[in-house]
């Protein structure tokens, strides 16, 4: 799902738009399985019991397990649905929730510094944290982004805006970088 146009500048492109990496539903998604298996375990089991407690016992089975479902299932389906990150070329922006919506939007300018981190379970699932300094007091914290490493690069390049960074597969930059040490000849032909 994009990010809605209307809501940009004239000028801004949106960059990457992602929502928090599938990581994030593996327990809820077990919490589904496991409730359901047990519903249909007990639901077996309360067919067994009297007359008019079987239809006690399923109704009970049935309202707590479609309560936990949506506790611990659909609940957090639906805030990894709604969480936006996005990177402009104008702004960083980041959007979380359904009925109490919160979000941030810090500009390119406004950002000191970018960084990464993830354990050995965020690089198995290709995913990170990234912590990004800006002219606020406290570093902000976005967990579980997909392909942390290359937001962090993209981020860092629309901050520096240096033409010369800004690296594309199968392109050269359209003015030569100047020399470098004062026209030396670079070090692998000096001997020849």
């Known amino acids: ?9 004239e000028q801004e492109h949106v960059v ?20 359901l298996g047990a519903g249909i375990w007990l639901a077996i089991l309360a067919k067994d019991a009297g007359s008019p407690w079987n239809t006690v016992g399923l109704i009970a089975i049935g309202v707590v ?9 659909l609940a957090p ?5 709604t969480t936006h ?5 104008d702004r960083l922006i980041a959007r979380e929730g359904v009925l109490r919506r919160t979000g941030i939007d810090i500009p390119m300018g406004r950002i000191n510094s970018v960084q990464f981190e993830h354990g050995l379970l ?10 990004i300094e800006s002219a606020s007091d406290e570093p902000l ?5 997909p392909h942390v490493e290359k937001v962090h690069t993209v981020i860092y390049r629309e901050v520096n805006d240096n033409p010369y960074d800004d690296y594309r597969p ?6 030569p970088l100047p020399p470098q040490g004062g026209g030396r000849p670079p070090r692998g032909e000096r001997r020849r």
Do not use: N
């Open 85 to 89: 990150f996005i990177v402009t070329t």
């Open 170 to 175: 199968g392109t050269q930059p359209t003015t």
């Open 16 to 35: 990457v738009h992602s929502h928090p990496h599938f990581k994030m539903l593996i327990f809820p998604t077990l919490a589904f399985l496991v409730t």
């Open 141 to 145: 914290r976005f967990e579980d982004i």
């Open 65 to 73: 397990a479609l309560v936990l479902i949506v506790w611990l299932f």
């Open 1 to 9: 799902m994009a990010y809605p146009d209307d809501l940009l500048s």
């Open 77 to 81: 389906l639906v805030r990894w649905r």
């Open 122 to 131: 965020d690089r198995v699932f290709g995913c990170g944290t990234l912590i």
